[in-house]
């Protein structure tokens, strides 16, 4: 195709792509090196029957004629950055000094935002992540083996959990296992806790949240390894049977080699949107006990007094760097896969 | 003959298989029956302490309203909660997000299966860069620049920010779809005398549908799923039902109205349901699509 051709057959989805994906970035960037301006204080004399006082107020005309001339706000370097509620260098440097040992040192990181949210999010993330292979490859074969005729309204019952939006379908789940919902209610039974709830513990609500990430992502993996065991060469199979492989020896040297590549595949995947959790921390009204980086953005930016734009950019662009480093073998492979095809 | 004793297997396997399968079934398909069942009770029933049954029966909406199921949650989320109002936005947003990312789609995804150009390669992998931004910190470079123009808070501006943020995924798909197309096809058009858009247009697009339609699948259900977007960009007037059923907890709990959501949460719900039912085979395809291949 000829350069000019292809200039004009791109360029609409290219700019869309441009203006909404790549200028948002560097905007982000932009306003984390950028934070809110400060009240503009006067000092006016308050004069009452004590006496007259030199109070300082706050301005409200000035700093509003501040905000619309500068809305990004005042240039803060990368203060906002090592603030506290970012990398907190100060607050991490203290407590290095002042913990016991390792485990007094995390628990004392742990305790702040940046932190919480990091390592809450990437135990979700390289928890669900396997489990979702496992559950996915597991219902892949047993789907496999049913007959023909109830593999449909099978598929179309493990298609739900994965079509239906994340924030609802969180929500379903969340109210189940309400205290005074079905699960909740019969776990309390089942362990005579009457105040057995899983929303007042950290511990289980994390292990919720994650069991939500696996219950919505698991059908993605199914339905991909599904269709790769539809293409297990049958020869190797049937020579495998004949040197006298067993029924595990051949999963586990015919079926998993063929079903490797796609491996790599969803977990590539799942890396990537697993690590933008958030829809089921705000159905599962979970951020006192775990927050993910993608939560602590959002409520920056829907604070009912006033947005953190700095704040909320800063984060954003830690996140990126979260992703990008996550993405590299990702890019690796794609440029390996493109360049095997044109050899 | 040989395939049958590939599948021959011992009873207990079999039996741990269909248990296997058997309880992965429930746990993917449970909730939302439940959910649609209670969702036709009052609250005293979908959430009793004392005894779960109490929810099949109706024990408690038979007392407070005089028969085993009611429609007051639907009554109250459609009549008193204005969620019809919501319903529409998003039908608003989510057809003009599939239509305009399918038509910019169509165009690149086209181009870049054609090109065969170094360059080509670098914009789709440009694209998987794009498509791994979590959307949060896309929506946090939008607000402050939309709080100043004045666009914020109307649906065309959420809706040409889906498109955007939909664009590196129909790309991707829409090339692969493209690349199976025979390139001899348009080429052989060409030769008499199209050129490239006449070829496009009168020979690529009356087979293209296939590939347009899971593509479109796929739009649809991001734009209707989306939460971040929607409930950032849009006004209150303009919410679509994701952010709404999110402001119902607040507001519901306190009121004593979870039901409300309840029937909200399953009437959102339905469309999906119904889309899975004739589109199963085309969602299938399109997720292995790209894993198959590539």
């Known amino acids: ?343 | 003959m040989m395939s049958d004793i590939v599948h021959r297997r011992s009873p207990v396997l079999s039996t741990v298989i269909w248990g296997l399968v058997l309880v992965w079934i429930i746990a993917a398909g449970f909730p939302f029956l439940w959910t649609l069942w209670g969702s036709f009770k009052v609250q005293g029933d979908f959430f009793s302490k004392a005894d779960w049954a109490n929810a099949v029966y109706g024990v408690r909406t038979q007392i407070e309203t005089g028969g085993a199921l009611t429609g007051n949650g639907y009554y109250g989320a459609w009549v008193t909660k204005e969620f019809g109002l919501a319903a529409f936005n998003t039908s608003i947003v989510v057809v003009s997000v599939v239509i305009i990312s399918l038509t910019l789609g169509t165009l690149g995804g086209y181009a870049l299966a054609r090109s065969g150009k170094k360059y080509a390669f670098y914009l789709l992998m440009l694209a998987l860069v794009f498509r791994a931004m979590p959307h949060i910190t896309l929506v946090s470079g939008y607000l402050l620049p939309f709080f100043e123009w004045n666009l914020w808070g109307h649906l065309p501006t959420a809706i040409i920010v889906m498109v955007a943020i939909n664009q590196p995924f129909t790309l991707w798909m829409l090339h692969s779809f493209f690349l199976n197309i025979p390139k001899d096809l348009d080429e052989s058009a060409m030769v008499d005398g199209c050129t490239r858009f006449q070829a496009f247009r009168h020979v690529i697009v009356p087979v293209m549908w296939p590939g347009v339609v899971t593509t479109g699948l796929f739009s649809f259900l991001l734009a209707y799923n989306d939460f971040t977007v929607t409930a950032t960009l849009l006004s209150q007037a303009n919410q679509t039902m994701v952010p709404k059923i999110a402001s119902f907890l607040g507001t519901t709990q306190t009121e004593g109205n979870i039901m409300f959501a309840v029937a909200a949460v399953v009437s959102a719900t339905a469309p999906l349901f119904v889309l899975i039912l004739f589109f199963q085979r085309q969602i299938v395809s399109g997720l292995t699509a790209g894993a198959v291949k590539g």
């Open chain 1, 1 to 343: 195709m000829k350069n000019r051709t292809f200039f004009w057959f791109i360029l609409p989805s290219l700019i869309t792509m441009l203006l909404f994906i790549a200028l948002p970035i560097v905007s982000v960037a932009v306003q984390s090196l950028h934070i809110e301006h400060q009240a503009v204080m006067i000092e006016v004399e308050n004069c009452g029957p004590f006496g007259c006082k030199q109070e300082l107020q706050v301005d409200v005309e000035e700093t509003a004629k501040l905000k619309e001339e500068r809305p990004l706000g005042q240039f803060n370097a990368l203060g906002t950055y090592t603030n506290r509620n970012h990398l907190a260098f100060t607050e991490i440097g203290l407590a290095w000094q002042s913990s016991t040992g390792v485990v007094d040192f995390f628990s004392k990181a742990l305790n702040l935002p940046f932190y919480r949210a990091l390592s809450f999010t990437l135990t979700y993330t390289f928890v669900v992540t396997p489990l979702v292979i496992i559950f996915g490859f597991m219902i892949a074969l047993g789907v496999n083996t049913l007959p023909k005729r109830i593999k449909g309204p099978t598929i179309f019952i493990s298609l739900l959990p994965m079509i239906v939006t994340p924030l609802i379908g969180s929500l379903i789940l969340f109210w189940m296992i309400d205290a005074n919902g079905i699960l909740g209610a019969t776990l309390q039974r089942i362990f005579d806790d009457p105040d057995l709830s899983l929303k007042a513990s950290p511990t289980l609500t994390w292990i919720m949240l994650m069991v939500y990430g696996v219950w919505h992502s698991a059908p993605f993996a199914f339905i991909v390894f599904y269709a790769g065991l539809q293409t297990v060469p049958a020869d190797t199979m049937e020579a495998a049977m004949i040197d006298g492989a067993s029924r595990w020896e051949r999963t586990r040297y015919v079926v998993l080699p063929h079903l490797m590549p796609l491996t790599v595949f969803i977990s590539l995947i799942q890396l990537m949107d697993n690590f933008r959790v958030f829809e089921p921390i705000v159905s599962f009204s979970a951020q006192a006990s775990a927050t993910s980086l993608s939560w602590i953005i959002y409520n920056d930016l829907v604070g009912t007094e006033s947005q953190f734009f700095g704040s909320a950019g800063a984060t954003s662009v830690l996140t990126i760097i979260g992703v990008s480093i996550l993405l590299i073998p990702v890019l690796i492979r794609t440029w390996r896969d493109f360049n095997q095809k044109v050899v």
